[in-house]
């Protein structure tokens, strides 16, 4: 995905150039400029369709506002596009124009920075025959400071997220059938385009005010789980100035009281913002009496008040997020009543309380929940929440590219911080021939993983290793021999049974 997109006229190219080249610099490698040869349109394109894709896919839209911008209709047109889709926006004005002369949308809303003004100057050689011939741009480095602090406030770190996770040096870079939590950001890949659109609707649903769930929908095996704990739930988190995200629950059979469950999930919240006066029996005393979210929406509201008085927030105030994993289970028969008491505190998303002490200004509280789409019905269905609004995420089956960017990026990734990892070419080619069908996922996955520990030691994995491995059958087949052999050890089959009936299936067909 390309992170920041930068749109601008045809008469402010070398501008235009000399801030991709601040970017980079900066560490914002990660753009599209359509004139640049490396970050924008490819030869042969249809431009018009090639921009629109390359908007939706970026997550922040920096605007070069010059009167050749506000006199180009397509530019407006990217503005009021990016507007629509819930993008970061950013104004730069790279001439000096009245204010009054700006568009209303874009003065109203988002502050913008003056790369005008200035005596301290920072200067750009930039060239790109034939639209720049070579030419030096200066840019005040006040208003660079001001856009760079702007870019971060806004979450958007420059910096990738960290690898390997702290004082794991050693960390394989590939996960296999366990989901990909917060810590395996870095090493998540293959569904970059729906992060940014998932991103793009929270947003959304924060500024519309009117729906106030995300359903992320997917097959069993999609990777629903992964896309919003390594996916969305820490870009969230890291977007702090406008954004607060829970940590994620997961129902089980203890929607409420287990080790992943709301009130373990709101005690650990409230103590990262130092609040330590509720005791989690004291929480859950209080959930069991309350059937109408009233308990939910009074401790976000302690949340909120302890992060607006700490002076974390650029906003009023954040949005908080409750994600919430595995929501079929919200629907079992095991843990029914627990499940009830969860689905029952949501109805909070719509309502208001009297007896909050200023009803009028209750926090903004948004949900996310996965869940298989073969068992959406449930949710659909439930009486509980038919008046909350919500928006969809479609996980559909990845293509190609995705799917190779699932084998190689993660060895990038070891490679980049010093543990070198070569995945040979000629094994990403027979991979990909066995990426196709329902399970092609976690089976590519799971091969990755036994391969990688197996194999990986010495520093690249290759096709005739995967052949001794036996290939996804043989590394299915092996896996599960030793955990019959050895259950008590660390499990390598996952303990959920659809996903245990699709292995064990699999593990008889022939590997051609």
Excluded at 24 to 50: K, V
Excluded at 120 to 147: I, K, W, Y
Excluded at 196 to 219: E, H, P, S, Y
Excluded at 313 to 341: K, V
Aim: aromatic share 8%; glycine share 8%.
């Amino acid at each position: 995905m390309s992170f920041v997109f930068l749109s601008h006229a045809s008469a402010n190219n070398a501008q235009a150039l000399a801030l991709a080249q601040w970017l980079e610099g900066n560490g914002w490698a990660d753009y599209f400029l359509d004139i640049s040869e490396t970050r924008g349109l490819i030869p042969g394109s249809q431009w018009q369709n090639a921009l629109k894709y390359a908007s939706h896919r970026c997550e922040a839209v920096v605007f070069l506002v010059s009167r050749a911008w506000l006199d180009s209709n397509w530019c407006v047109a990217e503005f009021l596009h990016a507007k629509q889709l819930g993008k970061k926006i950013f104004g730069v004005l790279i001439e000096d124009i009245p204010i009054e002369e700006l568009p209303n949308e874009l003065t109203t809303e988002w502050q913008l920075c003056d790369l005008v003004n200035g005596e301290a100057r920072a200067s750009f050689d930039v060239v790109r025959e034939p639209f720049v011939p070579p030419s030096r741009v200066d840019l005040p480095e006040l208003g660079l400071t001001a856009l760079k602090r702007g870019l971060k406030r806004a979450g958007l770190e420059a910096t990738a997220f960290p690898w390997p996770p702290e004082n794991k040096p050693e960390c394989a870079p590939y996960r296999g059938l366990k989901p990909y939590e917060a810590k395996d950001a870095a090493i998540f890949f293959g569904r970059d385009a729906a992060i940014v659109r998932g991103l793009d609707q929270v947003r959304q649903l924060r500024d519309n005010g009117i729906d106030k769930l995300l359903v992320i929908l997917g097959a069993s095996g999609a990777g629903k789980s992964s896309f919003m704990r390594a996916g969305l739930w820490p870009r969230l988190q890291r977007d702090d100035h406008h954004f607060y995200a829970l940590p994620v629950l997961r129902p089980g059979r203890a929607a409420m009281n287990g080790e992943e469950g709301l009130v373990s999930s709101l005690a650990t919240a409230l103590s990262d913002v130092g609040i330590t006066t509720a005791s989690r029996g004291e929480m859950r005393a209080r959930f069991k009496a309350d059937r109408d979210g009233e308990a939910l929406m009074g401790y976000v509201q302690q949340l909120r008040d302890a992060i607006v008085a700490r002076g974390v927030s650029d906003r009023s105030e954040p949005t908080f997020i409750l994600p919430i994993d595995q929501g079929e289970e919200l629907y079992a028969s095991d843990g029914a009543e627990e499940a009830a008491q969860l689905r029952a505190q949501l109805v909070c998303l719509e309502k208001r309380y009297d007896k909050l002490p200023d009803p009028g200004d209750r926090p903004q509280l948004l949900a996310m929940i996965t869940i298989r789409t073969d068992l959406y019905q449930h949710l659909q269905t439930d009486a509980l929440l038919q008046e909350v609004g919500r928006q969809f995420i479609d996980l559909t089956p990845m293509d190609r590219s995705e799917y190779k960017r699932i084998i190689e990026g993660p060895a990038e990734r070891a490679t980049e911080a010093g543990n070198a990892l070569l995945v040979e070419p000629a094994l990403t080619e027979q991979l990909l021939t066995k990426t196709c069908g329902a399970d092609a996922l976690p089976m590519l996955a799971f091969t990755l993983e036994r391969l990688y520990n197996d194999y990986g030691g010495d520093g690249d994995l290759t096709l005739e290793e995967y052949h001794l491995l036996g290939g996804v059958t043989g590394s299915l087949t092996a896996a599960i021999d030793a955990a019959m052999a050895a259950p008590q050890n660390a499990p390598v089959i996952p303990a959920d049974k659809v996903a245990q009936q699709r292995l064990f299936a699999y593990s008889g067909e022939a590997d051609h």
